[in-house]
């Protein structure tokens, strides 16, 4: 069995089907026997044209069944037993294939049941299931619900059904969509298996009678709104049989202002007893909640009242229990029942089955069961007293990195620790912190579609997806992030939706299967050429304010720092096929940004807004201008280097902002994110040893040397001043391609699972998976990928240096250089990325000592320096005021500081209120004695692996100072209790 069952990403499977199914008198399957038993025959017809229509305008003659049976021995309504499967390696069987009847509809006669299926005899068929499918499998017809197709088999004994109004072929068979007012009729008809007295019933009063019949019909009046019940009953001197169905009538809309105080969505009484539920719903007609609390069967007391405006929708819930879930849809015109898509929470039926099975057992304790034959689709949860989670001053008194200097790890929690789960990834905290990053991107985490996903697939924007845990192991994450001085951004995806959001499916345009055109939130076609799902509308006033709600939400709630904005070129009503004339400027897309910018500065000043843009550099500046933050690719040019590629395509002048928009009257807004890998681009360690190149004693395909090489990527990457970002076991030179299916081939598997770097394939030992983490090559880029990021994040004093404008450079080429200046500290950096050694020239900013704060120089190599201004000795270079001509060993890198940085002393200074006059140096936790009073200083320094691990609890008072020795770390596993 697959790892998931994926939810399908065409919306009509969740959307349930009108009232015009009775108006036809045709449904989704019509039999040719209404009571087929284990040994007769029957013939299906589908109809296309209702239910999630998969087949509908399908080619006739490539139309194909795939079926099975229920049985007494099935364990579920998707056990399957004794399948006919429509393909086999991809090749259509020529004896499931139905025929056509026209007008998107196709028979497949079944001859003797139990003989078709190879059922043994002593095993009770109890249903056939059945879908039909394209002959690739790419189309499948199901029921509106996106389930499965179920056929009744009955005994050969008197037998009696509904035969309108129609039932969904659905596991439980349900009722289709009725739509009905009072003083309208409605039709009914029910049939009997053999001839039989029958007797049709409606609302308890019997509306007709005949004897010695096989059907019955009647046409009542509806004289009451509410719960309408159809009842047949049928005797023919036996055990008399029965069958009925109810459905409801929707009484007049109430309109009713809306409390005061009241929001969109769940909002809860003090006593978490009651609750009243906002629906922003303009233009429908009537909106009801069905759930745990009424049986999920509408009731009078449970109809939602109409604001005035016509734009909302509300009801008070009362008499709910502390500490429970409840589930809960909307049921939207009485033809339309979905979940609310601002739910903190979801149940799935297709995909939670697998969140807690093996072997991710107990991911998500507790998790409350699918209401399994009361509803189908996603389901919303309401959770009254939901337990509160109490932030650590780590939290609450957190002060951003700046973000000018931001360094962050993006990564997928799915693919970076092996059991995808929050809990497991805030172990890996002291393993990323110590890279001495400020950040951490989350690849996105609201529910998204299945549980095997990027994430860039979401459905509900105010839930995590339950796949990585409950909310408050990320909270709990969040919290250790912050306590090691780390920020948390949120890949956030709203350029579109997919077809399980309940935004898209309450304005849907089934003739043309895309978005109706008095959608709130969408735009009927895409706007843009790499548009995916449901394109979003950011000039709408509704979307504008889905938008402000959606970040007030993670901001508040969860305390996340920010947003890595996916597709913000998208956010734009300028129409646009060519991908070209999309990434112009475009002022009507600046106008959105800067409103979306402005709404989140007012929820949470300073809170992150990083955009990937990729746009043209004018643009780009602008919204630099504004305040945001700019995705940089620089995949290419650094990739060329790493590989021994020296020529133009390897300059990596682009990643300085100075540069970039210097046509545009220069920018000196250190906002451009520079990166040399992301989710999004080929791995560079793998291109290395796919096409690396090769000199004398230098092969870039080797792992001693790629693994070298990427140090000199981060030597120039990460001391270029503005944000940094790098991708999850870059720091390891993770050499597996993108593109890696599951079993380990290369193919079309971009957004399939990797394996985590501590658990790699090992071809030789399967049982035995390889830690890139334990071999010493990877380990050494890893250290220098710390030490060289911890320059810019360790010190705050240094800040000038990675923010400034004062540069120089030389990138073109085999041996680059950069200079970068600011009176708190100057930078020189140099490079060899050519397979041979190389010379190049440089000259020192200022003359006298300058100090090697790193290199990746072997012990049996030198550099050499040629110029009577120049003097080595160890580890500083006396500087002369002449130009330097330096000589590398190939792949070797150096960095020179004015200062001394391991002789600078970093203090933290305790100001009362749990806040550090240095937080971003802290490493976390506390130090001994058990009590620092005020007005005292410790210092640590230790003198062995340049790390102090101590284990002890500390009581700080305001006022004392704690010192660490520059370029040595404090790790700290007690508790620290600030005063």
């Keep these: 069995m697959e790892l998931v069952r994926m939810k399908t990403k065409i919306l009509s499977l969740v959307v ?36 999630n229509k998969g087949l509908l305008n399908a080619t006739p003659s490539n139309v194909y069944v795939h079926t099975g049976v229920i049985t007494n021995l099935s364990t579920s309504p998707t056990s399957w037993r004794y399948v006919k499967f429509s393909q086999n390696f991809n090749q259509p069987n020529p004896s499931l294939q139905a025929t056509s009847l026209g007008n998107n509809r196709w028979q497949f006669t079944i001859t003797d049941i139990r003989n078709f299926y190879g059922v043994p005899a002593g095993e009770q068929i109890q249903k056939i299931t059945i879908l039909f499918r394209n002959g690739a499998g790419t189309q499948v017809q199901r029921n509106a619900d996106g389930s499965d197709m179920y056929i009744q088999v009955y005994g050969s004994g008197l037998q009696t059904a509904i035969t309108n109004p129609f039932k969904a072929p659905t596991f439980t068979p349900t009722t289709e969509s009725i739509s009905k007012t009072l003083g309208e009729s409605i039709s009914i008809s029910a049939a009997a298996s053999q001839s039989a007295n029958m007797r049709l019933y409606y609302n308890g009063a019997q509306i007709a009678s005949q004897n010695g019949v096989t059907s019955i019909s009647a046409t009542p009046t509806i004289t009451a709104a509410g719960q309408q019940l159809i009842k047949v009953e049928a005797d023919n001197g036996g055990t008399p049989v029965a069958d009925s169905i109810e459905f409801f009538v929707t009484p007049a809309t109430v309109v009713e202002a809306l409390p005061n105080g009241m929001q969109d ?20 007609t009537s909106v009801a909640v069905v759930g745990d609390f009424n049986n999920w069967t509408q009731t009078l007391q449970h109809q939602m009242k109409r604001t005035p405006d016509g734009l909302r929708y509300w009801v008070t819930i009362n008499g709910l229990t502390p500490g429970n879930e409840y589930a809960y849809q909307y049921v939207i015109d009485n033809n339309l029942q979905v979940a609310d898509y601002m739910t903190e929470k979801i149940l799935d039926p297709w995909n939670d089955p697998y969140i807690n099975a093996a072997p991710y057992t107990n991911r998500y304790p507790n998790l409350k069961a699918y209401p399994t034959g009361k509803a189908s689709g996603a389901v919303s949860v309401l959770e009254p007293g939901k337990a509160t989670y109490n932030w650590s001053a780590a939290t609450t008194g957190f002060q951003k990195p700046d973000k000018r200097n931001l360094v962050v790890y993006e990564l997928l929690l799915r693919d970076f620790v092996a059991n995808s789960s929050w809990n497991t990834l805030r172990d890996t905290l002291a393993y990323i912190s110590k890279l001495g990053v400020n950040a951490i991107h989350l690849m996105p985490f609201t529910e998204f579609e299945g549980n095997n996903s990027w994430g860039y697939n979401p459905a509900f924007m105010f839930a995590t997806d339950k796949f990585y845990g409950p909310e408050n192991t990320l909270k709990e994450f969040i919290d250790s992030c912050h306590g090691r001085g780390i920020a948390v951004i949120l890949d956030l995806v709203l350029n579109h939706q997919f077809g399980l959001s309940p935004m898209v499916q309450m304005y849907w345009d089934a003739a043309n299967n895309r978005p109706a055109a008095n959608s709130p939130w969408f735009n009927t076609e895409a706007k843009h050429p790499f548009n995916v799902g449901y394109d979003m509308n950011h000039e709408a006033p509704a979307t504008a304010k889905f938008v402000e709600d959606v970040m007030r939400h993670w901001l508040t709630k969860f305390k996340l720092d920010g947003f890595r904005w996916d597709l913000s070129k998208g956010f734009t009503q300028t129409f646009n096929t060519d991908a070209g004339a999309w990434s112009q400027y475009d002022q009507s897309r600046v106008n959105i940004w800067q409103r979306i910018y402005n709404q989140s500065q007012a929820i949470s000043p300073n809170c992150y807004m990083i955009l990937e843009h990729l746009g043209v550099d004018q643009e780009e500046a602008t919204l630099a201008n504004m305040g945001m933050l700019l995705w940089g690719k620089m995949t290419d040019q650094y990739n060329e280097a790493s590989m021994g590629y020296t020529g133009s395509s390897s300059n990596f002048e682009r990643a300085f902002h100075t540069t970039r928009w210097s046509s545009f009257g220069g920018n000196n807004t250190p906002h451009l994110m520079a990166y040399a890998e992301s989710h999004d681009e080929e791995r560079l360690a793998f291109k290395n040893v796919r096409f690396g190149n090769s000199g004398p004693s230098h092969n870039t395909k080797s792992l001693s040397v790629y693994a070298r090489r990427m140090q000199s990527v981060a030597a120039f990457l990460f001391t270029t001043p503005g944000p940094k970002m790098m991708w999850q076991f870059g720091e390891l030179s993770y050499d597996s391609s993108i593109n890696m299916c599951e079993n380990f081939t290369i193919g079309d598997c971009r957004t399939s699972p990797k394996p985590p770097a501590w658990a790699m394939p090992n071809p030789l030992s399967p049982a035995s998976p390889i830690n890139y983490n334990a071999n010493t090559f990877r380990r050494t880029q890893r250290d220098m990928f710390g030490k060289i990021i911890s320059l810019r994040t360790k010190y705050p ?29 100057k930078l020189v950096v140099m490079g060899n990325f050519d397979v041979q050694a190389q010379s190049g020239i440089v000259q020192f900013p200022t003359t006298g000592t300058w100090y090697v704060y790193a290199h990746n120089l072997q012990a049996f190599e030198t550099f050499t320096a040629v110029n009577a201004g120049l003097s080595a000795s160890g580890i500083t270079i006396n500087a002369g005021a002449e130009s330097q001509t330096f000589n590398l060993p190939a792949g070797a890198f150096i ?14 200074t305790f100001t009362g209120n749990g806040n550090w006059s240095n937080p971003a140096n802290w490493q976390g936790g506390n130090i001994p004695p058990s009590v620092l009073p005020a007005g005292s200083t410790i210092t640590v320094n230790p003198t062995a692996g340049g790390e102090s691990v101590l284990d002890v609890s500390l009581t700080v008072q305001q006022g004392a100072t704690l010192q660490v020795a520059a370029g040595k770390t404090l790790r700290i596993t007690g508790n620290l209790i600030r005063q």
Excluded at 16 to 34: D, P, R
Excluded at 267 to 277: A, C, E, I, M, R
Excluded at 895 to 908: E, L, P, R, S
Aim: glycine share 6%; charged share 10%.
């Design 16 to 51: 349930l089907l009108m009232g015009l199914s009775t108006l036809l008198q045709a449904q989704l399957l019509s039999l040719s026997n209404q009571f087929p038993t284990e040994n007769g025959t029957v013939t299906v017809i589908m109809d296309a044209n209702f239910g």
């Design 265 to 284: 969505g769940a909002n809860y009484s003090n006593d978490q007893t009651s609750v009243t539920l906002v629906l922003y719903a303009p233009n429908k």
């Design 797 to 825: 004093s240094y800040l000038p240096t990675f923010v400034t404008n004062d540069v120089d450079f030389s990138l073109n080429g085999a041996f680059k250089w950069q200079r970068i200046k600011s009176n708190a500290l």
């Design 895 to 908: 960095i020179f500081t004015d200062k001394d940085v391991t002789a600078v002393v970093t203090q933290f």
